[in-house]
């Protein structure tokens, strides 16, 4: 849980930071989106690296969700009489089902954006607005829906993170003493901040014009 | 102080139980919340109906023997044992729902008491410090430093009273194991032992049938004890390089 998790918070920094390439032009982003199929070449062939990634994010994917639902189906039998009074079950229901949101979006995020390719903008449609990664970033961003879907995904990614980070470094026993243990819940709640409010700059500039 | 009061009330292991309204009066907000129960304990005894069975022993907070689950919160508002817990935390005409511990491996034994023998099993399965018997060494034979023995000290503070189970979401005991695990993983008598604690404790833990933690801190903040989530983190590193060969 706690590995396959922080594997995704490396992923995430980096696909935030190649996100934040649409703030320098199309130009910048189009060639950035290239360079990253062409990267490493000719030791590995076209997109080598980009599959290297997304074989060892799907392990993790598959490792992560494997621990979670494990955990999920154990503390349902370890207290089977629930309490009438209280909210013990809450603490847990943002972690859990905030991740089938997560998954569920990830899901639609891939269709849209890697494997098919969706236009949600009648206006901009067609090979011209598929095939130019700028285009089709600020076609869909153009329609309010699709900019609301992202922002929910990203709050819920950011209570993911505030609570997941701090629990690896728990996990993996980093948090020995008061002071580290301050500080990887101080990690926690940065960590959402800077990679969720990252995330949102290219969507929100597209929504005020910004990027067009 | 006049209240209404929702007790689980349970006849026997096997019993099924539900929860039963009563009310009290003229409780005095000085009185604890056991003296309240022993007030409607009275009350039921003199209508001849049979008096709620709850845990307790030392009334002072330290033996762990008490707890109750009050309106879904471990030991109730204050961060105490039911035992120091007094009336004047409540309102008056206040309905309070009183619920035993809820854990598979706590199960009810009557009303508001559980059996938390799995505890005692899971010290045997390695919760101690192997030593010949003869006479006591000096107690400045081996140098402590302060700030493990204060650590020791803080996690030792745990009087087993099961409420970090009570309060996990995932019914998971990783608090009170923390808090055993590094008690001795702190202290030199700890350390042959060490690895080969971790690992047995940590085997018995989950043949109970308590949950996994996932390091939501209801626990600690249930804690009378204020034991800190970090010896959870402590329990984990030992389980790492325990699993990692170094036994």
């Keep these: ?212 | 102080m006049n209240l209404t009061l929702r007790i689980w009330r349970q006849a026997g292991p096997r019993h099924q139980g539900e929860l039963r309204t009563y009310k009290v009066k003229d409780i005095s907000p000085d009185m604890s919340f056991l003296e309240m129960l022993d007030v409607l304990n009275e009350q039921l005894n003199a209508a001849g109906e049979e008096p709620i069975a709850f845990d307790s022993d030392c009334r002072e907070g330290i033996c762990g023997t008490c707890g109750l689950m009050i309106s879904g919160e471990a030991h109730g508002p204050e961060k105490t044992t039911t035992c120091q817990l007094h009336m004047r935390s409540f309102s008056d005409g206040e309905v309070i729902t009183i619920e035993p511990w809820r854990a598979n491996a706590f199960p009810v034994i009557k009303d508001l008491v559980v059996d938390r023998g799995a505890f005692d099993r899971i010290i045997q399965a390695g919760g101690y410090i192997s030593v010949n018997t003869g006479s006591a060494p000096d107690a400045h034979a081996t140098p402590v430093p302060k700030r493990n023995a204060d650590r020791a000290f803080q996690a030792a503070e745990c009087i087993q009273c099961g409420a970090c189970v009570a309060a996990c979401p995932n019914a998971s005991a990783m608090l009170f194991l923390g808090s055993k695990v590094t008690h001795l993983a702190e202290l030199p008598q700890g350390q042959p032992e060490r690895m080969a604690r971790v690992v047995k404790m940590v085997d018995q833990h989950d043949a109970e049938g308590f949950g996994g933690c996932t390091n939501v801190g209801a626990c600690s903040q249930a804690c009378p004890k204020g034991i800190p989530q970090d010896v959870i983190s402590t329990l984990n590193f030992d389980l790492r390089t325990a699993l990692r060969g170094n036994r």
């Design chain 1, 1 to 212: 849980m706690a590995v396959t998790g922080l594997v995704f918070v490396g992923y995430l920094l980096l696909h935030m930071y190649g996100n934040l390439k649409a703030l320098s032009g199309e130009q910048a982003f189009n060639v950035y989106a290239e360079h990253l199929r062409t990267f490493g070449e000719p030791i590995l062939p076209y997109g080598g690296l980009l599959w290297i990634v997304r074989v060892v994010l799907i392990v993790s994917l598959v490792g992560h969700g494997h621990a979670a639902f494990a955990l999920w189906a154990r503390a349902g039998n370890a207290r089977r009489t629930k309490y009438a009074a209280g909210k013990a079950a809450l603490r847990t229901a943002w972690m859990r089902w905030g991740g089938v949101f997560l998954l569920l979006f990830l899901v639609w995020h891939l269709l849209h954006f890697t494997v098919v390719k969706i236009s949600p903008n009648p206006d901009a449609t067609g090979p011209d607005v598929v095939n130019n990664p700028h285009r089709l970033l600020v076609a869909s961003f153009q329609v309010w829906w699709m900019t609301l879907i992202y922002v929910l995904a990203m709050i819920a990614l950011a209570l993911h993170l505030s609570h997941g980070v701090f629990s690896a470094m728990q996990t993996l026993g980093w948090t020995n003493s008061a002071a580290s243990y301050r500080r990887a819940k101080l990690l926690g709640h940065a960590s959402a901040v800077v990679i969720a409010g990252g995330f949102l700059i290219p969507p929100l500039a597209i929504v005020f014009g910004l990027i067009q």
